[in-house]
């Protein structure tokens, strides 16, 4: 079993069109639906926007499915001036960018867990990446993922956050399905295609690219599970 979270329907609603005998379970709000995806059994969830309702739902994912593997897919704004709107940015760890204990703590040094970078699986994202090579239409880049609750729209926010951690993107649940999946001892993958700039531009390229973007995350996870990896 493997298990896929996006955080809006956009984000998943193609890959749960293929989904084969589809079988609906409730845990909380969260909604899950499993069956076989490209020959492989899966569990797709849409888990809300945020940490909070993404680190739930991996919870219950984890508890109730055991999936092998989990990624988080979907769309996110870019941080660096060569990852462009349709790019696709593979995590090979995650933070979080509005953690913040400063001075008792390190800023961004999340407590309990003692870690301020939230690893992803360096096996998933290798497959991830060949997969995302092999769909092509669009540049491929691997770094660090930046995960807050709040839709970045401002110089000044998104000024901030490069400052702190020179992420490649910026998105609101990436982070969080990585620390459900580090305390569960979970390998966990991030997936992300730019919707917007995370700049002033972005309440307009948001709507505008979502779809195209979500598009691209669903169609890698299409080959990543075809290959059969
Ligand atoms: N997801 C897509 N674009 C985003 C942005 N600008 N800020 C946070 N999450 C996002």
Known sequence: MIGLIGAMNVEVEALEARLENPVRETIGMDTFVRGTLFGQEAVLAVCGPGKINAALCAQSMILRYHPAWLLNLGVAGSMAADVRI??????????????????????????????????????????????????????????????????????????????????????????????????????CGILRSISDNANTDSHMDY???????????????????????
Do not use: W
Not at 90 to 106: E, F, G, M
Not at 207 to 229: D, I, K, W, Y
């Open 207 to 229: 709507p505008s690219f979502t779809r195209l973007a979500a598009a691209h995350s669903q169609a890698v996870v299409e080959r990543l599970l075809t290959e059969g990896a």
């Open 86 to 187: 349709g790019d696709m940015v593979i995590a090979n760890a995650a933070v979080q960018h509005d953690y913040d204990t400063s001075p008792l703590d390190p800023p961004g040094l999340i407590s309990k867990i003692n870690l301020t970078t939230l690893p992803c699986d360096a096996g998933l994202r290798e497959r991830l990446k060949k997969a995302a090579e092999a769909v092509g239409g669009f540049h491929v880049h691997v770094g660090l993922v930046a995960t807050g609750d709040q839709f970045i729209h401002t110089d000044e926010a998104r000024a901030r956050i490069r400052e702190m951690y020179h992420p490649l993107a910026v998105e609101m649940e990436g982070g969080a399905v990585a620390h459900a999946c580090y305390m569960h001892g979970v390998p």
